[in-house]
């Protein structure tokens, strides 16, 4: 029954994932940085702050008493991660949310999995590690797995040059796509670095635990600390594009839509935190491995591409084109199978 609910939280998590870009399409007269970055607010400081004040007693104080030591990576992996959530944006733009989001999140879920084995091969004795997924059985399952994963990333992306750059013939076209291609793979391997952050959090984790928390609510001090770094980063680059494009006018001009583009954006923060607050609680009932992280991806590909049929983003490509699609998908969502059942073997 743990597994089940477990899968449950992921499955909410990940159609809030695969749903939050959503209201931001939806925002007119802004530029892209200006809604990312009040959708960003509310994603990475608002709302973790307050789901961390209603679920951690005396959060705040646990934080300040952590030595900088533990604070510091937590906050860099945050700081990594927020280049990758800021390329995903791009990505999003560039490939359309069916095509982005599966070459993301594909890239996501394989070095995903693997960072916090890596990490406890070197710096922890506690859960399965690296050496693990080589030796044991199980563990070259879920190898396998993120073989085949990757391999459906491929497919994918030559999906999406097809469809834009050999259907229309235009090679402007092909570059936009090389070049969402390039990013969206950036961002995926970056977007991992949020799973190594919970990794690296779970001191603090302890800690909440240590406090009274509830299991299911663990993660949430970790959150706040990890999603500090991710809001920096993204803070920055949107600043600077502000500046660059003289964009601040934006947050006042009453001649948009403020009020219902501000709505959109903090609506779209929130829905998009809504994925870690799951994703913390299905990762207390599956352990923070490989099969927790790669399912969480999978539900995300499958209701984002849900989303991209019901967008219509397919509909002038050509049988061949969406026969790749479908297949690179096939491929990413068999992985998760062969993920789950090396960490079942492993477990």
């Known amino acids: 029954m743990q597994v089940v609910t477990g899968i449950i939280y992921h499955f909410i998590g990940g159609f809030a994932s695969g749903s939050f870009y959503l209201p931001l399409k939806k925002i007119e007269g802004w530029s892209w940085e200006t809604g990312w970055i009040i959708n960003g607010f509310f994603a990475w400081i608002a709302v973790p702050l307050i789901a961390a004040m209603l679920t951690v007693p005396n959060f705040l104080h646990l934080i300040s008493e952590t030595h900088y030591s533990l604070l510091f990576p937590v ?197 998009w935190f809504l994925q870690f607050f799951f994703y913390g609680m299905g990762e207390s009932k599956l352990g923070n491995g490989a099969g927790s992280w790669i399912l969480h991806m999978s539900f995300i590909i499958l209701v984002s591409n849900g989303w991209g049929v019901v967008l219509q983003e397919w509909k002038d490509s050509d049988k061949k084109t969406i026969a790749i699609f479908a297949t690179g998908l096939i491929l990413i969502l068999s992985s998760v199978v062969l993920v789950g059942y090396g960490s079942l073997l492993l477990n």
């Open 75 to 271: 906050t860099t992996m945050g700081l990594l991660w927020g280049i990758g959530g800021l390329t995903f944006g791009l990505a999003i733009r560039y490939l359309g949310m069916a095509l982005g989001m599966s070459i993301v999140l594909g890239f996501c879920s394989a070095f995903g999995s693997l960072m916090p084995a890596i990490y406890r091969e070197f710096f922890s004795s506690e859960g399965i590690r690296f050496s693990d997924l080589v030796n044991l059985t199980g563990g070259r399952w879920i190898l396998m797995g993120i073989a085949l994963c990757l391999s459906g990333i491929s497919f994918c992306g030559r999906a999406g040059i097809f469809r834009e750059a050999v259907a229309k013939n235009d090679n402007k076209n092909r570059l936009v796509v090389w070049k969402g291609l390039l990013i969206a793979g950036a961002s995926g391997i970056l977007s991992a670095c949020f799973n190594f952050g919970i990794e690296t959090g779970k001191p603090l984790a302890k800690l909440a635990l240590e406090q009274g928390t509830n299991s299911l609510f663990q993660n949430n001090i970790t959150f706040v600390v990890l999603l500090w770094g991710g809001f920096t980063t993204n803070f920055i680059y949107c600043l600077f594009r502000n500046i660059r494009n003289k964009s601040f006018k934006d947050y006042t001009n009453s001649n948009q839509p403020l009020k219902r583009n501000y709505t959109l954006a903090a609506l779209a923060g929130t829905v």
